[in-house]
């Protein structure tokens, strides 16, 4: 059985129960070691089999679950924060139906959900944003034409970049273009939860040069957007006044 398991944003506590699980009876860990925080894999057992996939081809990867599988082990494929988002699970997935190979889910915190966690922010401010666009800048992995950073930014929702520290000139310039300005609100979370956690706060105007000073070039998300800002409305969900399936409106 492969389990794909989302390791979280870096924390060990904050893998979840069922993943923690998963760890502790593998037989064969491959895991993302660009990304993962390795201390998770103080959680396997002693005689487990450990791969660091940062150095394999998606081939190389494939075949360690067909060996695992022909032995009659199990194998966690490790990837940082939830493996939905940048994960490349898709490829293993399909391969592993073609050869009729059982797999599961299971997932996972994702570091944006630990960079907001670092700014104690609300990425769904009332009034502000009600949209969270995740992205990433084109650099040698392209996306599709009208996902480009200059057209996603036109919605001046609330916006989270991944992949994409090391361009934060380009990524600068892009946002510009879009319903952005030089004041809006953005910040730099370097490692979210990690013991090297860094929070950089900026705005889209200095975000290039704030990311020079810091010297974070890489692991680390770009958040951007005005639910960064001081301005917001009051939820209507817990407003007195408002009516719900749960309680009348005292107007």
């Not at 361009?167 to 004041?183: F, I």
């Not at 609100?185 to 040069?209: F, H």
């Amino acid at each position: 059985m492969i389990h794909f398991v989302g390791a979280g944003p870096g924390a060990p506590d904050l893998l979840t129960l069922r993943g923690a699980e998963l760890l502790k009876n593998a037989d064969c860990v491959i895991y993302a070691g660009s990304l993962v925080n390795p201390a998770l894999l103080a959680m396997t057992k002693e005689n487990c089999r450990i791969l660091n996939s940062a150095s394999m081809t998606l081939e190389q990867v494939l075949s360690a679950f067909r060996e695992e599988e022909q032995a009659g082990g199990s194998t966690v494929r490790l990837h940082t924060g939830d493996p939905s988002v940048y994960g490349a699970i898709r490829e293993q997935i399909d391969a592993l139906e073609e050869e009729g190979i059982p797999y599961d889910v299971t997932p996972g915190v994702s570091s944006f959900s630990g960079a907001a966690a670092a700014l104690s922010a609300e990425y769904t401010l009332p009034g502000v944003s009600q949209t969270v666009i995740l992205t990433r800048m084109e650099g040698r992995t392209p996306v599709p034409e009208g996902e480009k950073l200059s057209e996603l930014s036109k919605h001046g929702a609330s916006m989270v970049l991944f992949l994409s520290a090391g361009m934060m000139k380009n990524v600068q310039e892009e946002l510009l273009k879009g319903a952005y300005n030089s004041k809006t609100p953005a910040a730099i979370v370097y490692k979210a939860t990690w013991p090297e956690e860094k929070v950089v706060r900026c705005t889209v105007g200095t975000l290039a040069e704030s990311g020079r000073k810091a010297g974070i070039t890489k692991t680390a998300l770009l958040l951007v957007g005005d639910f960064l800002g001081e301005d917001y409305e009051r939820s209507k969900l817990y407003d007195p006044g408002f009516t719900t399936g749960f309680r009348k409106g005292d107007k």
